[in-house]
């Protein structure tokens, strides 16, 4: 089955800095790759995602790119805010939800 | 729209007791998740629906764990008997399924906050 690995597993960074956090998977079948950001004691919420067709995808500061032949992806935070802090988890799966799984996750910490 | 609604928000239950909990994905949601997330982990897939029929159960621990789709609308995880590592967080999330574009993206509830003592 699929495998995803998310590095780093904490990062801090100042305000206005950027952040990177990167994500390995292992089944080449996989196609769809979404980002979530959970809120301490929230839901997960969908921030960006990126499907195998396209190699970049950006929304104002969050960015996400896609290295199919790597298999890895990334996403990239610029002009990092205080309310960017939180816990960001990767995800990988196939066509319609099948094989869906999550990376260990990542804390960012925005220091103001 | 109403997001994806899961009750209770909080269960407190002694081990070897029985406990259920309950989702109602977004309207014209096709596919239904329950996920098990573990303090400072990602969420893990317990189960998936695709309407009623359960399409990947295969990290469901059957022997103590069974969920039903009855009307593919609702869902109802249970645990019975309840274990001391079952404590976790557990989420329900939904998407609109079948070949249309952004199918695939799920929306999470706000998870039941399972502790057994």
């Known amino acids: 089955g699929e495998n995803v690995e998310q590095h780093p597993s904490t990062l801090s960074v100042q305000e206005g800095d950027s952040a990177v956090i990167k994500c390995t998977y292992s089944?080449?079948?996989?196609?769809?790759f979404p980002w979530y950001k959970q809120e301490l004691g929230k839901r997960p919420q969908l921030i960006i995602d990126?499907?195998?067709?396209?190699g970049e995808k950006k929304d104002q500061r969050i960015a996400v790119t896609l290295n199919k032949t790597a298999k890895h992806f990334s996403l990239h935070i610029t002009e990092t805010q205080p309310e960017d802090s939180a816990v960001y988890f990767c995800?990988?799966?196939?066509?319609?939800?099948?094989?869906?799984?999550f990376g260990p996750g990542t804390r960012l910490s925005v220091l103001p | 729209e109403a997001g994806v609604v899961q009750s209770p928000r909080y269960k407190i239950i002694e081990k070897k007791q029985p406990v259920a909990f309950w989702c109602n994905p977004i309207?014209?949601?096709?596919?239904l998740y329950w996920y098990l997330q573990n303090l400072g982990q990602g969420p893990e897939l317990l189960i998936r629906?695709?309407?009623?029929?359960?399409?990947?159960d295969s990290q469901l621990p059957k022997d103590r764990f069974s969920a039903e789709r009855l009307k593919g609308v609702d869902s109802t995880l249970k645990i019975q008997p309840a274990e001391l590592g079952d404590s976790a967080v557990y989420l329900c999330?939904?998407?609109?399924?079948?070949?249309?574009?952004?199918?695939?993206?799920?929306?999470f509830g706000p998870g039941t906050r399972l502790l057994v003592l």
């Open positions: 990126i499907r195998s067709n396209v």
């Open positions: 629906y695709e309407n009623e029929e359960a399409v990947d």
């Open positions: 999330a939904s998407s609109l399924g079948g070949l249309a574009g952004e199918s695939e993206t799920q929306y």
């Open positions: 309207s014209g949601h096709n596919t």
């Open positions: 995800a990988a799966s196939r066509y319609y939800g099948q094989n869906f799984v």
């Open positions: 089944d080449s079948a996989s196609n769809y």
